[in-house]
């Protein structure tokens, strides 16, 4: 087995699992928060498909499926297009508000472009060096897993979430 085909599991086993949480879920249930500034579940899986979108765009030097492929447009969310969710307050969680199809579209996309990229990759380009601004600096593969453990932690809470609403 290689490197890049426990990345290939590791971020399939994300996707499965946002699938999971949006198997039956209700637009109420979306954007329903279980304590007065908590994430929302639109808003979890917004996020965890645009970091993995945008940041294996720009490792892999490709277009963010976000707006290649329209998304953007479509979700028609009152945010700068390069937005993703780092940072932004709970007035702009509440503001994610979309249909769970359209959710799962765009995470099957995003997903869909970072299995395309992984697959080719040999186990050397993890190796490479992409960003010299740490210490030590950080690898094509640490960012990887990176963006894999952001998705795999988020998606645990947007679970633990409908649980909560149902």
Same mark, same amino acid.
């Given at each position: 087995?290689? &490197?890049?085909?426990?990345?290939?599991?590791?971020?399939?086993?994300?996707?499965? =699992?946002?699938?999971?949480?949006?198997?039956?879920? *209700? &637009?109420?249930?979306?954007?329903?928060?279980? $304590?007065?500034?908590? =994430?929302?579940? @639109?808003?979890?899986?917004?996020?965890?498909?645009?970091?993995?979108?945008?940041?294996?765009?720009?490792? $892999? /030097?490709?277009?963010?499926?976000? *707006? &290649?492929?329209?998304?953007?447009?479509?979700? @028609?969310?009152?945010?700068?297009?390069? @937005?993703?969710?780092?940072?932004?307050?709970?007035?702009?969680?509440?503001? /994610?508000? /979309?249909?769970?199809?359209? #959710?799962?579209?765009?995470?099957?996309? $995003?997903? $869909?472009? *970072?299995?395309?990229?992984?697959?080719? #990759?040999?186990?050397?380009?993890?190796?490479?060096?992409?960003?010299? =601004?740490?210490?030590?600096?950080?690898?094509?593969?640490?960012?990887?897993? &990176?963006?894999?453990?952001?998705?795999?932690?988020? /998606?645990?809470?947007?679970?633990?979430?409908?649980?909560?609403?149902?």
């Amino acid at each position: 087995m290689r &490197s890049t085909d426990i990345l290939i599991d590791g971020f399939g086993r994300v996707s499965e =699992n946002v699938h999971a949480v949006l198997d039956g879920i *209700t &637009s109420e249930q979306l954007v329903e928060r279980v $304590a007065p500034e908590a =994430n929302t579940i @639109a808003w979890l899986i917004w996020h965890i498909s645009r970091v993995q979108d945008a940041q294996v765009a720009d490792v $892999a /030097v490709a277009d963010e499926v976000w *707006t &290649s492929a329209g998304f953007y447009d479509r979700f @028609a969310l009152p945010f700068d297009r390069s @937005a993703s969710g780092y940072g932004q307050s709970p007035d702009e969680v509440a503001q /994610v508000i /979309v249909e769970p199809g359209l #959710l799962a579209e765009y995470h099957d996309s $995003a997903h $869909a472009a *970072t299995v395309g990229y992984l697959r080719t #990759l040999s186990d050397d380009d993890l190796e490479r060096v992409i960003d010299e =601004n740490w210490d030590p600096p950080v690898t094509l593969g640490v960012r990887l897993v &990176s963006v894999l453990d952001d998705d795999a932690q988020h /998606v645990g809470q947007a679970a633990y979430i409908r649980g909560l609403v149902g």
